[in-house]
């Protein structure tokens, strides 16, 4: 199967009217959302028009979406979690809402573990609960230390609390190991911290990297995860998600409001079942498309740009750069985004670690990659 990032071209690409291609003008290239220059698979473009024409546009049915999710986890992760213990949510980030609603109340505190995507910090104030920082290591992994610190601090009140994890972590593309979250997920058990996992990412993890599910491990019994075929599969505007319990927060889970279920696109559960079900070849194909994207990186860099601090992702379509050798200032982004006309997420946003820094998306074409580094090293 040919290499889905060759893509439309640029030209058809800025014909699109997501937030990617009309935020910024014309003169500059995007790579900062997350969001792929890819066209979907095509046993997904059927299924939406197959649903458009027999008018299959009504609300949603939960059981198609747990069904294809469980058959595709135990393809890819070995692991089948049960569909009756599922729910359906409109999306990643508001499933989290839900589920943190289950799990603490208003003023209660949740970890989360910097640079880490920034919607955790928008979403848990906006709830009316406070963000408790437990950063990563220095090598960019999960400490279990800075956790045992922010569980302690969480829970010094006594209220109940909650950690966000972040798997695989976004901005860095670290794929956690299962030993890794198998030890933060004691610390959290240890001080009655719930674990709530973003997994969105997770059919992203690069060959050779295995990715291992919270609720999949004997320390996530008690955990809750929210899955999605919208990054993996290119269907951000498609809006569908599950959260998925460990055996143990089954009962957690059930207490979740009916109405949540409302929020799902039926098209959008259309369009992930069939990803999960039929879009393995498409997914592979774009595996290696991004593991070629991957070194590409590494090489435009090391050649054009060798003072910017990369670590090769282990997962998804994101590259976390360290810009502070170029004195482009707290947010780089905002720079190169004047200079070089490339526009990068701006670092400072994703907490702890983010100063100087900027996430670069590699999900794109090699020409427009090549492209826009050659634009950044012209700038700095």
């Known amino acids: 199967m040919d290499n889905p990032l060759v893509g439309p071209g640029l030209a058809a690409l800025r014909e699109r009217r997501s937030v990617k291609w009309r935020l910024y003008g014309p003169d500059v290239l995007p790579l900062w959302v997350a969001e792929m220059d890819v066209v979907p698979a095509e046993p997904v473009q059927r299924a939406v028009i197959d ?96 956790v045992e610190r922010a569980c302690v601090e969480a829970t010094r009140g006594g209220g109940r609390a909650a950690y ?20 933060v997920l004691e610390v959290a058990s240890a001080h009655g911290v719930r674990v709530v996992a973003d997994e969105i990412h997770a059919p992203l993890a690069h060959p050779g990297v295995r990715f291992t599910p919270v609720a999949s491990l004997p320390a996530g019994t ?58 393995g070849p498409w997914l592979d194909a774009l595996l290696a498309g991004l593991e070629e994207n991957r070194r590409l990186l590494g090489s435009l860099l090391a050649q054009h740009l060798p003072e910017v601090g990369y670590r090769e992702p282990q997962g998804t379509f994101l590259a976390w750069l360290d810009l502070r050798a170029y004195d482009l200032g707290p947010d780089p982004a905002a720079v190169l985004r004047e200079r070089a006309k490339v526009a990068l997420h701006p670092g400072p946003g994703f907490g702890a670690g983010g100063q100087g820094h900027a996430r670069l998306n590699f999900g794109t074409s090699p020409e427009i990659l090549r492209e826009a580094v050659t634009r950044i090293a012209a700038a700095v």
């Open 51 to 146: 649903a458009m024409r027999s008018g299959d546009t009504g609300y949603p049915w939960a059981e198609d979406y747990a069904t294809a999710l469980s058959a595709f986890a135990t393809q890819r992760w070995g692991w089948t979690p049960d569909p009756a213990a599922m729910a359906i949510v409109p999306d990643v980030m508001l499933g989290v809402v839900e589920v943190l609603k289950l799990v603490t109340g208003p003023g209660d505190a949740v970890v989360i573990s910097p640079p880490v995507y920034p919607p955790f910090f928008q979403f848990v104030g906006s709830l009316g609960r406070r963000v408790v920082e437990a950063p990563l290591s220095p090598a960019g992994r999960l400490d279990p230390e800075a």
């Open 164 to 183: 966000l994890l972040c798997n695989p972590q976004n901005p860095t593309g670290a794929v956690h190991t299962a030993d890794e979250l198998t030890a």
């Open 222 to 279: 008690a955990a809750i995860s929210l899955m999605s075929a919208s990054k993996a599969f290119n269907l951000a505007g498609l809006k569908a998600a599950m959260a998925v319990p460990g055996p143990q927060a089954r009962a957690d889970l059930a207490r979740i409001p009916e109405e949540v279920s409302h929020g799902a696109s039926h098209v959008g559960v259309i369009a992930h079942r069939a990803a999960y079900l039929e879009g």
